[in-house]
């Protein structure tokens, strides 16, 4: 039951932080910075729509936890570790480190529900 909880939250998360550009492109940008590509911007809003979902819709039975966990697992890790990586740099604005830090919330939190 905790990964189903788990699944909701994180899926919550990623659909919300996926919309925002695709809703709001100004209020995003004030936030996070001017971008060079809107177009990139908004594809990896959209798969981020698209993972938030994933974890939405995914089933109690044992696939449908396992893919949650690698969906969650995986998109933790690639989010974190570029904003990480980027936000430290300068290269984007340093509020993405408040995001890796999110990110590696649910990367511990999914380690975590695998051995309850």
Known sequence: MARIRLSTAHGLFDLAAGLWPLVHYRSFVAVTGPKADRWLVQ???????AVGYALLRSTPSD???RTARRLGIGSALAYGLV??????TGRIRRI????????AGWLLAWLAARRR
């Open 83 to 88: 904003d990480l990586y980027y936000g430290s």
């Open 96 to 103: 993405y480190l408040a995001d890796a830090a999110v990110e």
């Open 43 to 49: 594809t990896v809003a959209g798969f981020s729509v």
């Open 63 to 65: 696939e449908g936890r």
